[in-house]
């Protein structure tokens, strides 16, 4: 608990830093990540990865790496590349909490 | 940071900067205390729009108006003419919005709005009145574009384009006809209801038609110049169907210049502006569109015939307290498919909800990726990032979207499985 508290307050200052005065709601973007990675019981067949139980720092890192052409995939890098690192950030932050 | 309820630290994270401030705050709400927003049209759009209110503020009172108790999904319905699905499999009730969500249900059609006193009527006689009023109707056509295709005309020559008996009528003359026969599609010009939807479903029907009638063609007469995917329809019509050979399945003819005009119900016949004449043992004609009659019928649509809003809230240019979403509304570039009408209806209901509750509303982001499937084991996707520009037009996040990379047997593959799961995962996020 200790330690996911320390990197959500990390990640808030980081994020703070890095955009200054914007404002990043980040339900304006995660809601959007909902369209296909929705945790539902019902598909757990499903071929889209599961969000659940992962932790920020995870998911800001795959989102990362996305973005940055690290890591392949069909579909992750293109949308990655339309946020800015503090926006993805903050989206990492809310989907592992939410 | 771990004691804070989520609501407190979403406020927290939305708070570092100013926010857009609301421009009807101040006045009181209708039904003093608890605000009543009526979402009129229970598909993509207007479900995601109810759940997600009801998610964001449980004390918003919600009512979805939507006069069929089931809903057909138009995406997925184009896999029935390669015999992948049903529609049953394609049909979903309002249960989980009822009972998970309490939206409150009411199975009845719009029949009249009266903006000036926030109030509405429905055909079956209720009166409802609203603090905001949330529409997401959907379609119509544009009856008078071909002459001779009317609404009677549909029942011989389905347009499919608002799935259900259309979509089985369509699957039936296909089924009938014999093989070398011909399949007459029919698309209209920009914009219409899901940009790719005429090119899957030609897809699909080849598929099937390979198997059982591989001497058969599907001719499709394009209103336009160039369409969606273009590149990777042709490539895969290509690889699967015989595309540019003297057998292929699929001929593409765009008749950007020389526009459909006329059916002859009798002969069967599609006349064009310079005369040429077209026919076919099944005609699929889909029609160009407007936004839903409710829409029209109120002065909220502009001379393109779809309604014109404020993009970060959905606030109709004509009345402040009518968002429009979906289909019916303009939210060019950003195309008219169910991803981008769900995307839509999340920012309206977080620019609603702000609005009622007076804090700042969220900058706007919008996401469209639509799938198609060019054989069931071949999929290709298109996707968009959308955010608001300095002059608060909607623009595609520049280095962002595009259409699939991978084109080899792998990524194909990848995507047909992508397709079937983000329809499922949509249906989930959108009535589930
Ligand atoms: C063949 C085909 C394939 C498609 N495939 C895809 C796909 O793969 N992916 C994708 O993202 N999109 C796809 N689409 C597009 C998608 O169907 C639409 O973009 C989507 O349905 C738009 O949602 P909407 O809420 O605006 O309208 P709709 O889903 O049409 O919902 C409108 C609702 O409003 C109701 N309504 C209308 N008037 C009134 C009134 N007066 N009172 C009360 N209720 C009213 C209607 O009954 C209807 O249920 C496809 C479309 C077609 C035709």
Redesign the interface.
């Known amino acids: ?1 200790k330690r ?2 320390y990197v ?2 990390a990640l ?1 200052a980081s ?2 830093n890095a ?1 200054a ?9 995660a ?2 990540c ?5 945790e ?1 019981s ?2 757990s067949k ?3 990865p599961s969000l659940k139980d992962l932790s920020a720092q995870r998911i800001r890192q795959a989102l990362l790496d996305f973005k940055y052409d690290k890591k392949p995939a ?2 992750m ?7 800015s690192d503090a926006e993805l950030a ?1 989206v990492a ?2 989907l592992s ?2 | 940071m771990a004691g804070l309820s989520r609501r407190r630290f979403l406020q927290g994270v939305a708070g570092f900067g100013a926010g857009v401030l609301s421009g009807c705050g101040g006045l009181p709400l209708r039904s003093g205390g608890k605000a009543h927003v009526v979402v009129v049209g229970g598909g993509f759009g207007g479900a995601t729009a109810a759940k997600y209110l009801r998610l964001l503020d449980a004390n918003i009172q919600v009512t979805l108006i939507e006069p069929k108790a089931k809903y057909i999904t138009c995406p997925g319905s184009n896999w029935l003419f390669a015999g992948l699905t049903s529609l049953d499999q394609l049909t979903v009730d309002y249960q989980a919005l009822q009972y998970r969500y309490g939206v409150k249900l009411l199975v009845d059609r719009v029949s009249s709005l009266d903006p000036a006193r926030r109030s509405l009527r429905t055909l079956g006689g209720q009166s409802l009145s609203y603090d905001r009023l949330i529409l997401s109707p959907g379609i119509d056509f544009r009856w008078d574009a071909i002459a001779g295709y009317d609404q009677a005309a549909t029942e011989q020559f389905p347009h499919a384009w608002q799935a259900g008996l259309q979509t089985l009528l369509l699957a039936r003359q296909l089924q009938a006809m014999p093989d070398g026969g011909v399949v007459l599609i029919a698309v209209p010009a920009d914009p219409y209801r899901c940009p790719p939807g005429p090119y899957e479903r030609a897809s699909m029907m080849a598929y099937w038609l390979k198997q059982r009638k591989p001497r058969s063609k599907i001719l499709i007469l394009d209103a336009k110049r160039s369409f969606s995917k273009q590149t990777l329809f042709e490539a895969g019509w290509t690889k699967h169907y015989g595309y540019g050979t003297a057998n292929s399945l699929i001929e593409w003819h765009s008749l950007a210049d020389n526009p459909l005009l006329e059916l002859n119900k009798q002969s069967r016949v599609l006349t064009s502006e310079f005369g040429d004449q077209f026919s076919g043992d099944v005609l699929n004609i889909i029609p160009p569109q407007t936004a839903a009659q409710i829409a029209l019928q109120h002065g909220l649509t502009d001379s393109t015939a779809w309604c014109p809003v404020r993009p970060l809230t959905g606030q109709s240019l004509f009345d402040d307290f009518i968002h429009v979403i979906g289909d019916a509304a303009h939210y060019a570039p950003i195309p008219k498919s169910a991803f981008a009408a769900n995307s839509e209806a999340k920012a309206c209901a977080l620019a609603v909800t702000s609005l009622i509750n007076q804090t700042p509303i969220p900058e706007a982001h919008w996401l469209n990726t639509c799938y198609s499937l060019i054989a069931p084991e071949h999929g290709i996707s298109v996707a968009g990032v959308y955010k608001l520009d300095a002059a608060n037009a909607i623009m595609p996040v520049k280095g962002a979207g595009g259409v699939s990379a991978g084109t080899d047997g792998e990524a194909v593959a990848l995507e047909a499985d992508y397709t079937r799961a983000v329809y499922r995962s949509l249906m989930v996020d959108t009535f589930g």
């Not at chain 1, 005065?21 to 973007?29: M, P, T, V």
């Open positions: 608990m996911i508290c959500a307050v808030v994020t703070l955009i005065h914007a404002e990043i709601d980040a339900r304006a973007i809601f959007n909902r369209n296909c990675h929705t539902s019902l598909d499903s071929s889209i069909t579909l890098p293109r949308l990655a590349k339309g946020y903050a932050e809310y909490r939410n």
